[in-house]
C-alpha cells in the first residue's frame, strides 16, 4: 500500500482562501477536507459530515450527549431524580462541543448552513444539559461564556437559508431575533463571554444592513423618496403630485390617483398584495 499523499496534496494546491472542500469517500459518506501547510508540513485533515465529526461512537452511541441523556432518562424513569455529571463526563461532553463547534465552522466556509444549524443546536441541547446536571460549579458554567456565539452563528446560518429561499424580510427577522437573544442573555464574569457578546452584536448588524439591501422597496417607499428628490431639487410641481399619490395611499384610495399609468397600477396591485 503507497502511504504517501503527495499526489492528493499535489492535486489541491494550497489556497489559505479556499481551502476547505466537501468529499464523498469510497464508503459512501461525506467528509470535510481541510488543506494544510504549517512551516515544512504540508497535509489534510480531515471530518465526517454526519454523527461525530470524528467519526468516534461514544459508549455505543452517535454522541456522547445521546447517551448522557438516555443515562439521565433512565434513571428518571426509576424514580431517581438525582442524575448528575461528574467531571469526567462534563470533560468528555466538553471535548464533544468544540468538536462540534469545530465542524460548524468549516461548514459556514462550505456555506452548508442546514448543517449549521444542525449543530449549532445539537450544542444548545449540550449547553444547557451540562449546565442543568454537572455536579461541579466550574463544570456548570464552564459553557456559558460561549452563548453569545453561539446564538450569532445559529441566527447567521438561520437568516442565510431564508435569504436562499428569497425571503429576505424573514431573514432580517431572524436576525433581530437573535439580536434580542443575545441582549437577553444573564452576563457571565468572563471575558470570552464580554468579547463574543460585542462581537455577535456588530455581526448581527452588518448582517441586517447586507439583508436590507435584498428588500425590494415598497410602491410607497418608492414614492417617498421620488418625493425627496423631487424637494431637494425644488421641483415643486412634481412634488405636489407625489404628495397626492402618497396621500392616496395611505387612505386607500388609489381611485384618485389620475397620474397612475397602466404599469404603476399593476406595481401598486402587487404592493399591496
Known amino acids: 500500500m503507497n502511504s504517501d499523499i503527495a499526489d492528493i496534496l499535489d492535486e489541491w494546491p494550497f489556497d489559505p482562501n479556499s481551502n476547505v472542500r466537501q468529499i464523498?469517500?469510497?464508503?459512501?459518506?461525506e467528509k470535510?477536507?481541510?488543506r494544510i501547510e504549517q512551516g515544512p508540513f504540508r497535509g489534510i485533515l480531515q471530518m465526517d459530515l454526519e454523527g461525530r465529526p470524528d467519526g468516534v461512537r461514544p459508549h455505543g452511541w452517535d454522541f456522547a450527549l445521546d447517551y448522557y441523556t438516555f443515562l439521565r432518562?433512565?434513571?428518571?424513569n426509576e424514580g431517581n431524580p438525582d442524575f448528575s455529571l461528574d467531571r469526567t463526563m462534563c470533560k468528555e461532553l466538553f471535548a464533544e462541543s468544540k468538536c462540534i463547534?469545530?465542524?460548524y465552522?468549516?461548514?459556514?466556509?462550505?456555506?452548508?448552513?442546514?448543517?449549521?444549524?444542525?449543530?449549532?443546536?445539537?450544542?444548545?441541547?449540550?449547553?444547557?444539559?451540562?449546565h442543568e446536571h454537572a455536579e461541579h460549579p466550574d463544570d456548570r458554567d464552564n459553557l456559558e461564556r460561549w452563548w453569545p456565539y453561539l446564538l450569532r452563528i445559529h441566527g447567521t446560518a438561520r437568516a442565510m437559508i431564508a435569504l436562499a429561499e428569497k425571503t429576505p424580510k424573514r431573514a432580517i427577522a431572524i436576525v433581530e431575533e437573535a439580536r434580542r437573544q443575545l441582549n437577553a442573555l444573564k452576563p457571565i464574569d468572563a471575558v470570552e463571554f464580554r468579547i463574543e457578546l460585542e462581537r455577535s452584536l456588530e455581526a448581527l448588524d452588518e448582517l441586517e444592513a447586507e439583508l436590507n439591501g435584498h428588500v425590494e422597496p415598497s410602491m410607497l417607499e418608492r414614492l417617498e423618496t421620488e418625493l425627496q428628490e423631487a424637494v431637494d431639487k425644488e421641483d415643486f410641481e412634481v412634488a405636489a403630485i407625489l404628495r397626492d399619490r402618497i396621500f392616496a395611499i395611505n387612505n386607500g384610495d388609489q381611485a384618485n390617483d389620475d397620474d397612475d399609468d397602466d404599469d404603476d397600477a399593476q406595481q401598486e396591485a402587487a404592493a399591496d398584495a
Open 24 to 29: 464523498r469517500a469510497s464508503d459512501g459518506r
Open 101 to 103: 463547534y469545530e465542524r
Open 73 to 76: 432518562d433512565s434513571a428518571h
Open 105 to 130: 465552522a468549516f461548514l459556514l466556509q462550505l456555506a452548508d448552513f442546514k448543517r449549521v444549524v444542525r449543530d449549532a443546536e445539537r450544542n444548545m441541547r449540550l449547553f444547557r444539559f451540562v
Open 32 to 34: 470535510i477536507q481541510v
